[in-house]
């Protein structure tokens, strides 16, 4: 058991760092205020190499670890997890098409993500299934050699930038996974979500209405669409579980900078234990939604099960993450809850942690039902 980071991930680090100094920070302000789409920033993110890090060497990409793709994102989201968000989000849709696309299938839709600066998204939420995905209503009817789609997916990130989307529908019963261009005929983009925060991240309802797909653009077989929107969750989750521990580390910068400034009755803030006890806890939270989230993603790396791990992280960092952002803006009082200071913004940005990819209720779910297969734990 190691816990040193290689020289190879210190640099990457360092990197990551120097991009979220030069680029992420100094951004967060302006998109969070305009809701625009971070587009020059992604557009550097392509260049310096953090996106679209799982794309297999195959197809051009970097296949880089999901350890390494966390300790970068960390970072990233340190500066704004918004912006984070928009760079990390092709994960999401790519990673059905790396694990179970063909080859022609990944050489049209993955290659070309590595060339220049694209977006795709993953489309499975619907207004009556979100947690319960299998209450999806879309239907893709077969026709000949083509699939139609029909139906309305709902909160979709990345959905106004993207060029293809992942959507799961219902074949008969069976739900089935489609890579859908997102310029076929049919294909009806709602305006973006006033989300609470993120708003530098883009969330939008997509309609499909008789969208016609070749039959070459279904991933899998039949039915397996299910097992592929899920399977992607094992990948993605200690990605999302690194973007709250981004949020928790800059939480506790705002919150120590503050109160080893801030005097109140002749004392320091920090000298007070009801203040410098909630920037321990903080730390040592930190410090253990990160191991949990390293922990979930070398496991992915090395072809183990990770999904009881990748749901523990999610669900822990989130929690530890939310709620390192409500203490950074007591610690900062009155300036905690304007818009001067970035501590209600990070109240804002954390919130999502909790919710998407699977809400903290559901992956206690996912930790339960692996604990109901086993006997003791060890
Ligand atoms: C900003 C944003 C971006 C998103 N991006 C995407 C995207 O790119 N692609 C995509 O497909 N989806 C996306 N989503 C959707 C997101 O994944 C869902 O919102 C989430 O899974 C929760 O589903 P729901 O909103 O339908 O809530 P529901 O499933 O209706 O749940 C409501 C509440 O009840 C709880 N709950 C549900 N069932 C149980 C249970 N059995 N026991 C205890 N509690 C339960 C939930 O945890 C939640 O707190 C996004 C959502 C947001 C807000």
């Known amino acids: 058991m190691k816990f040193s980071l290689t020289a190879e991930q210190q640099e990457l680090v360092e990197k990551a760092r120097t991009f979220t100094k030069e680029w992420v920070a100094p951004n967060a302000v302006k998109y969070d205020r305009s809701g625009e789409f971070p587009r020059d ?4 993110a392509f260049n ?62 993955l290659e070309p993500m590595t060339q220049e600066l694209m977006f795709s998204a993953y ?25 139609v789609i029909n139906g309305v997916k709902w909160w979709i990130t990345g959905g106004s930038v993207a060029s293809w989307y992942f959507v799961l529908a219902k074949v008969d019963d069976k739900a089935t996974g489609f890579i859908v261009p997102a310029d076929t005929a049919g294909i009806i983009r709602g305006v973006k979500e006033q989300n609470l925060g993120q708003h530098a991240s883009n969330t939008i309802r997509i309609t499909f209405e008789d969208v016609k797909v070749p039959q070459e653009y279904r991933l899998g077989e039949e039915g397996d669409g299910f097992k592929i929107a899920m399977k992607t969750f094992d990948h993605t989750r200690p990605g999302i579980a690194s973007g709250a521990n981004g949020i928790t ?26 203040i410098s006890f909630k920037l321990a806890e903080m730390m040592t939270k ?6 949990m989230t390293y922990l979930a993603a070398d496991l992915f790396d090395q072809g183990e099960d ?25 610690i900062l009082g009155g300036y905690g809850y304007t818009n001067e200071m970035p501590a209600e913004k990070l109240l804002r940005d954390a919130k999502i942690y909790q919710i998407y990819e699977g809400a903290s209720e559901i992956q206690k779910m996912i930790i339960v039902a692996k604990l109901m297969r086993t006997r003791e734990v060890h």
């Open 286 to 291: 930190l410090d253990a939604a990160r191991y």
């Open 249 to 274: 580390k800059a939480a506790l910068n705002i919150g120590l900078t503050y109160a080893k400034g801030r005097r109140t009755f002749d004392k320091k803030l920090i000298s007070y234990q009801g």
């Open 306 to 330: 990770n999904s009881r791990q990748a749901a523990q992280a999610k669900w822990y960092a989130a929690e530890v993450a939310m709620w390192s952002a409500v203490e950074c803006c007591q």
């Open 123 to 147: 489309c499975v939420t619907e207004p009556e299934a979100g947690s319960d995905v299998s209450r999806i209503k879309t239907t893709a009817k077969k026709i000949g050699n083509d699939y």
């Open 48 to 109: 310096q190499g953090f996106m679209n890090p799982a794309i297999p060497k195959k197809y051009g990409g970097v296949e880089e670890s999901v350890l390494d793709t966390c300790l970068a994102l960390e970072e990233i989201c340190t500066g704004c997890s918004g912006i984070g968000t928009a760079i990390d989000a092709n994960g999401l849709s790519q990673y059905p098409v790396i694990f179970a696309g063909n080859d022609y299938q990944k050489k049209k839709f």
């Open 41 to 44: 920033v992604c557009q550097e």
